[in-house]
């Protein structure tokens, strides 16, 4: 097993060593549900598919996974063992992808606990199920997108609480800027190329033609350049900040 | 062998570690002593590749800790200050994680765990996790995974702040056992641990080295060294005997008993056998008598007080 790997599994098993991983199991799929059902309206709607489930995941992930992101780097920092990990014969893109890694593996167990619901659709009618694979995909790489931005405003602080305000302000930047909301709200001179690129760069654009069942390359390009370029970051802030 | 070339760092305007060269042999036990804010966990962190320097290099048997980071901190076992680890695992789970980093997989890597655990005394606490571990389990399990690979080289921060004094005493046992093919670096401001563990002492103060030698060495730089301290019965005029004395430099009356009387050679001279004589001949009613070997407390007092002055002095100017 790689270095990658030994991290990998020292921070998953440390997830599951204290409560962190198992409340944040729960109260992502109690809010799932209370999304989905209550507000979703997945009975009224009375159609085979998850649209109600997964139309609302960035606004949940804007609260749940910033609150695993956030001791990512900022802990290491305040504890010490900062100094233990880096001082170890390792790289630190092992470090820097292994707790991303573990957090996001983490994010994908919770995911994959919601099968309820999917049994339940298959119960209730005949949805399509390649779309909800696809949809499926797709949220698991936006959680991605929101732990990588996360990663690297854990790393900018010791204090975790900071991460988090950090994180969940710039995720929110992330989600409303592709949201017609913000698109409708640029007057009119400003060039359709510039709104254009805005709304590229939101993770509802992409998300939403993912979670319709349309698997496209540049929109599964578009959160893996997006969740690299954020790890990137993490590492360039870590090298500089070691010091305080 | 360690060698740090002209090691300067820099944390903004603020000099920490400054053009400081030195290097370590095999074998040597090597103290780094120095008030705090001296700089002696800075040089640590530099030489073993946590914090890059501004300037100047530090290589490990060959390896520069910049350019190849990964071959020098396989050779180095290190504590840094507080000994931190991660507190949700428990001994064991740790130390699997640190041995499987090292390169260690199966029975191999159980044998090392198993090694170290009886080493630095830990089965006790195996199944515990570090968080709800005392102080001086805390160092322990530290200087567990720092001894992990049998390194080439040791470099503990302060490995026995802390701890009680068995606790001290083993750990000093420990390092003492483990130096005999390695090269130890500690940094401590308790004195009585350098002359315990270290073949060898650098003293700093403003990121210079202000002094470098064996502890004994040093002891000699101290006022103190060759001094004779007498213990009178009962109230007796020493100072009008010693007066006619040659290399004598002076007589200190000690602040809490009146009847002790610390008497100071000139540098490089012993007085023990012209003192005792005189004590004999003129019927001192002496109680204690003993020579003392300097106290290191002094020298670094002296020594470290002296930089700090000489650096405002020079700021004033």
Redesign the interface.
């Known amino acids: 097993?790689g270095?990658l790997g030994?991290?990998f599994k020292?921070e998953l098993?440390?997830y599951f060593?204290?409560p962190l991983a198992y409340i944040f199991i729960v109260i992502f799929l109690i809010t799932n549900g209370i999304f989905t059902f209550d507000m979703g309206g997945f009975y009224m709607r009375a159609q085979a598919d998850l649209l109600p489930f997964f139309s609302f995941h960035p606004w949940l992930y804007l609260f749940m996974v910033p609150a695993i992101a956030m001791t990512l780097w900022a802990d290491e920092r305040k504890?010490?063992?900062i100094?233990?990990l880096?001082?170890?014969?390792?790289?630190l893109a092992d470090a820097v992808l292994g707790k991303f890694l573990a957090a996001w593996v983490l994010t994908g167990i919770a995911l994959a606990l919601t099968f309820p619901i999917w049994i339940t659709v298959n119960y209730l009618g005949e949805p399509d199920n390649g779309v909800i694979l696809a949809a499926y995909i797709g949220s698991w790489l936006m959680a991605g997108g929101f732990l990588a931005i996360g990663s690297c405003m854990s790393a900018c602080t010791r204090n975790s609480v900071i991460a988090f305000i950090l994180t969940v302000a710039i995720c929110f930047l992330f989600v409303i800027v592709g949201s017609p909301i913000l698109l409708n709200a640029f007057p009119e001179w400003i060039p359709q190329g510039v709104v254009d690129a805005f709304s590229a760069l939101g993770f509802l654009t992409h998300f939403d033609s993912i979670s319709k069942g349309v698997l496209d390359i540049r929109d599964m390009l578009f959160f893996t350049v997006f969740i690299a370029a954020w790890l990137l970051a993490s590492a360039i802030v870590i090298e500089m900040k070691?010091?305080n | 062998m360690i060698a740090v070339e002209n090691l300067t760092k820099k944390f903004d305007q603020f000099t920490a570690v400054d053009d400081l060269s030195f290097s370590v042999q095999e074998g040597e036990v090597l103290g780094f002593l120095g008030p705090n804010g001296a700089g002696k966990s800075t040089t640590m962190k530099v030489i073993t590749g946590f914090l890059a320097p501004t300037a100047g290099k530090v290589t490990i048997d060959g390896h520069d800790i910049t350019h190849e980071p990964i071959a020098a901190k396989s050779l180095i076992g290190y504590l840094p200050e507080g000994a931190p680890s991660y507190g949700d695992m428990t001994t064991l789970e740790f130390l699997n994680f640190i041995a499987s980093v090292r390169g260690f997989s199966g029975d191999e890597l159980k044998q090392r765990v198993e090694h170290v655990i009886k080493e630095v005394d830990l089965a006790s606490v195996g199944h515990q996790t570090i968080d709800t571990l005392s102080k001086g389990f805390k160092r322990r399990v530290g200087l567990a995974q720092a001894i992990m690979h049998d390194p080439k080289v040791l470099i503990l921060d302060e490995p026995t702040d802390g701890l009680d004094p068995n606790q001290k005493h083993h750990v000093r046992e420990l390092i003492k056992n483990l130096a005999r093919d390695k090269i130890v670096i500690i940094s401590t401001h308790i004195l009585e641990e350098v002359t315990a563990v270290c073949s060898r002492a650098i003293i700093i103060a403003q990121g210079k080295i202000v002094a470098d030698g064996t502890p004994s060495d040093l002891e000699s730089r101290s006022r103190y060294h060759h001094a004779v301290t007498v213990r009178l019965s009962s109230d007796y005029d020493l100072q009008a005997d010693l007066q006619g004395l040659a290399d004598i430099a002076s007589v200190e009356k000690s602040e809490a008993d009146p009847l002790c009387f610390t008497i100071l050679a000139k540098e490089g001279a012993a007085i023990y056998s012209k003192v005792s004589e005189l004590a004999q001949s003129k019927q001192w009613p002496v109680e204690e008598f003993h020579v003392q070997r300097g106290q290191l407390e002094d020298v670094f007092r002296s020594i470290t007080q002296q930089a700090i002055d000489t650096e405002q002095t020079e700021e004033a100017a």
Not at chain 1, 86 to 91: A, D, N
Request: hydrophobic content about 40%; cysteine-free.
């Open positions: 097993m270095n030994i991290i020292r098993l440390s060593s204290t504890t010490g063992t100094e233990l880096l001082t170890l014969p390792i790289r070691k010091a």
